[in-house]
């Protein structure tokens, strides 16, 4: 019989529209669920992308329910737990000076060369997020639909990848959110923060639901997977809220049946 004792949650379309604040239906799931079981949230994001989407939405930021939260930004090179009443940085995973100044380098050279270095953006191109340099065409906090009108069949954002790649052969390049290319040590993907969480955590990778919007082939999901965890694949994070809706008492009848 399947068990679940963690369920983990991608944060863009997932639990909450992109680079937007989660709603507060989905909040208030987020916290019945945790009385429940093991949460994550793993994304490509920063840990501040985290907080204004999600943390600082909860409706109750003092539960003690939030110690059963793990927070997996940059794909697990980061980690963090509730200490108190502050969320620790339980270790960072960086690149090195030496891998950064190349990374920003390469991304910004081919992106020049292609055309696709834009001079009116939401905020800078390029990002330093430790354990990743982000190269996002229109800036960080560029709207949905300018993101969408960019680059909607993904020909842009493939070619860059592909150029960076091969000045990079020694780091891992790929594409991120609608606009965005990451580039991080080689497999740092969500399958390596997936692994470093059941390795934290104890929990094997068997009792893990991993819930998300790209876990089509192409997807930053898809290595979830590809590893072999079960996955739930929803389009936005009204679908999310209805699954999690169903899944809260099922997983209730799960825990009362051990
Ligand atoms: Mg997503």
Same mark, same amino acid.
């Given at each position: 019989?399947?068990?679940?004792?963690?369920?983990?949650?991608?944060?863009?379309?997932?639990?909450?529209?992109?680079?937007?604040?989660?709603?507060?239906?989905?909040?208030?799931?987020?916290?019945?669920?945790?009385?429940?079981?093991?949460?994550?949230?793993?994304?490509?994001?920063?840990?501040?992308?985290?907080?204004?989407?999600?943390?600082?939405?909860?409706?109750?930021?003092?539960?003690?329910?939030?110690?059963?939260?793990?927070?997996?930004?940059?794909?697990?090179?980061?980690?963090?737990?509730?200490?108190?009443?502050?969320?620790?940085?339980?270790? #960072?995973?960086?690149? $090195?000076?030496?891998? &950064?100044?190349?990374?920003?380098? @390469? /991304?910004?050279?081919?992106?020049?060369? *292609?055309?696709?270095?834009?001079?009116?953006?939401?905020?800078?191109?390029?990002?330093?997020?430790?354990?990743?340099?982000?190269?996002?065409?229109?800036?960080?906090?560029?709207?949905?639909?300018?993101?969408? #009108?960019?680059?909607? $069949?993904?020909?842009? &954002?493939?070619?860059?990848?592909? @150029? /960076?790649?091969?000045?990079?052969?020694? *780091?891992?390049?790929?594409?991120?959110?609608?606009?965005?290319?990451?580039?991080?040590?080689?497999?740092?993907?969500?399958?390596?923060?997936?692994?470093?969480?059941?390795?934290?955590?104890?929990?094997?990778?068997?009792?893990?639901?991993?819930?998300?919007?790209?876990?089509?082939?192409?997807?930053?999901?898809?290595?979830?997977?590809?590893?072999?965890?079960?996955?739930?694949?929803?389009?936005?994070?009204?679908?999310?809220?209805?699954?999690?809706?169903?899944?809260?008492?099922?997983?209730?009848?799960?825990?009362?049946?051990?």
């Amino acid at each position: 019989m399947t068990k679940t004792t963690l369920v983990a949650f991608d944060l863009d379309d997932t639990l909450a529209p992109s680079k937007s604040p989660m709603d507060p239906r989905m909040s208030h799931l987020l916290s019945e669920l945790l009385e429940v079981v093991e949460v994550c949230i793993i994304s490509g994001g920063q840990f501040s992308q985290f907080k204004m989407q999600a943390i600082d939405n909860l409706p109750d930021p003092s539960s003690s329910h939030l110690e059963r939260l793990h927070l997996m930004p940059t794909c697990g090179t980061q980690y963090y737990r509730k200490d108190g009443d502050l969320w620790k940085q339980i270790y #960072a995973e960086n690149l $090195t000076e030496d891998e &950064k100044t190349r990374a920003l380098a @390469a /991304v910004e050279t081919r992106a020049r060369e *292609l055309g696709y270095w834009e001079s009116d953006t939401w905020g800078p191109i390029l990002e330093d997020r430790g354990s990743q340099i982000t190269f996002s065409a229109l800036g960080q906090a560029a709207p949905v639909s300018a993101k969408q #009108a960019w680059d909607p $069949t993904g020909e842009k &954002k493939n070619t860059l990848r592909e @150029a /960076v790649q091969r000045d990079l052969p020694d *780091l891992e390049v790929r594409s991120g959110g609608s606009t965005s290319v990451d580039i991080t040590r080689q497999g740092i993907d969500k399958a390596y923060g997936m692994k470093k969480l059941s390795e934290l955590t104890g929990i094997p990778l068997d009792d893990m639901l991993f819930i998300g919007d790209r876990l089509d082939e192409n997807g930053n999901d898809y290595p979830v997977k590809a590893l072999g965890v079960r996955t739930h694949a929803v389009a936005d994070w009204e679908e999310t809220a209805a699954y999690v809706e169903k899944l809260i008492p099922e997983l209730r009848g799960e825990a009362a049946g051990r």
